[in-house]
């Protein structure tokens, strides 16, 4: 009898420490709620403002072009919900200095109140073959995509913790999930965001804070239209597995995501799969988003050989039809 109590103790204890990890946060409250967005006057930053301005909250837009931010912010304004809704701009590169950034986010709490929402989308790409990158491009990418992240999350923790509330957004993308030809430079920044979410969410779920990685596939935006001018050939047919989404509904699956407290959010079919692949060690925040992890990660990772076959096979012809080429080149 004293065994049966006892192994039911260890059994109830057992699924305790199993579940505790499960419980889902308290959503966010985004009317009123301060939004600090970098790399908002663009392509997705813009979309995720927009779509947290829409729903009553005050945003600060963070990037270096003066006149893009201002362009931006009218732009923003029509969707207003309320004549006490503000718009700032702020003109910074987040990867530059750290003490800088600190004293901008300083400044823009002042105006807005302490920030209850970061999304780190300020970013940038260079694709091209490993030995074609420029040296300097790899630390710049890493300055801007990593440090860039950092610098305004360090910033704002303090305060968060203090308040005992807050969400901060993660950029990264499905190249941050893995790797693929012609992102050598691009795609450890990416993974980098995710190391670096999984670290401090553990630190600061006990204050009542969230961490959200996104991992958008191709989307239209200006910086996207940037890095297709010289993208390799092999880098185009292996991303045209995925189609190219819209900014907009890409912002409104992070804002959903972080507004909900999810540690992962990821946009159509292929992100899902993706997401679900590589959950790795990450933190689960539903018990059935856990349950498809354990079901599905096998039965996905044969779905993801045939994808890896398809995507060495355009490698492979790529590489002989340029051989051809050359020879033909030669020979004439
Ligand atoms: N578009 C896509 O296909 C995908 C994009 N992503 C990621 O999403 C994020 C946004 O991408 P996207 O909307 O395409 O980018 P855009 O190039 O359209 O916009 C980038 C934004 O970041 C700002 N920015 C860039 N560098 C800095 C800096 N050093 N300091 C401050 N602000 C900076 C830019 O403003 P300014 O130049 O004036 O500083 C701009 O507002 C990036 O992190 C990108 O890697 C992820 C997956 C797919
Ligand atoms: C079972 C799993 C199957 C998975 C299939 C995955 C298909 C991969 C397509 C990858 C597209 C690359 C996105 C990079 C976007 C990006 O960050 C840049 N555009 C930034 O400008």
């Known amino acids: 009898m004293l065994l049966l109590v006892v192994a039911f103790i260890v059994f109830f204890v057992l699924l305790l420490y199993m579940v505790s990890p499960l419980i889902s946060p308290k959503p966010l ?10 790399g908002g006057s663009s392509g997705i930053g813009k979309c995720i403002a927009i779509e947290c301005y829409k729903q009553g909250a005050f945003i600060t837009l963070i990037a270096r072009d003066e006149n893009k931010l201002l362009q931006t912010k009218k732009e923003i304004e029509k969707y207003s919900v309320n004549d006490k809704q503000v718009v700032l701009c702020i003109s910074v590169d987040v ?18 109140g302490p920030v209850d929402m970061l999304v780190n989308c300020a970013g940038t790409s260079v694709t091209g073959k490993f030995e074609e990158i420029e040296v300097n491009s790899f630390e710049r990418l890493m300055a801007v995509n990593y440090l860039g992240s950092v610098y305004p999350s360090r910033a704002v923790i303090t305060t968060m913790k203090e308040r005992r509330m807050g969400r901060i957004v993660f950029v990264s993308s499905q190249a941050g999930q893995l790797g693929l030809f012609g992102y050598t430079a691009y795609s450890p920044t990416k993974f980098a965001l995710r190391g670096l979410a999984e670290a401090l969410q553990m630190e600061v779920k006990p204050y009542n804070i969230y961490v959200t990685v996104a991992y958008p596939p191709d989307t239209d935006t200006p910086g996207f239209a940037e890095e297709s001018k010289t993208k390799p050939l092999e880098t185009k047919l292996i991303s045209e597995t995925s189609s190219v989404c819209q900014a907009e509904q890409v912002a409104r699956v992070i804002v959903k995501d972080a507004i909900q407290g999810n540690f992962n959010s990821s946009v159509g079919s292929d992100g899902y799969m993706l997401s679900i692949l ?28 045939f994808y890896l076959g398809s995507f060495d096979s355009i490698v492979r012809r790529c590489m002989m039809q340029r051989e051809k080429s050359e020879n033909a080149d030669k020979t004439e």
């Open 29 to 38: 409250k985004l009317p009123g709620a301060h939004v600090v967005v970098t």
């Open 278 to 305: 590589t959950s790795g060690m990450s933190p689960v925040t539903s018990i059935t988003e856990g349950l498809q992890q354990v079901v599905c990660m096998g039965i996905f990772r044969i779905v993801g050989l």
């Open 95 to 112: 990867s530059k200095d750290y003490e800088q950034v600190e004293n901008v986010l300083k400044q823009a709490q002042e105006k807005l």
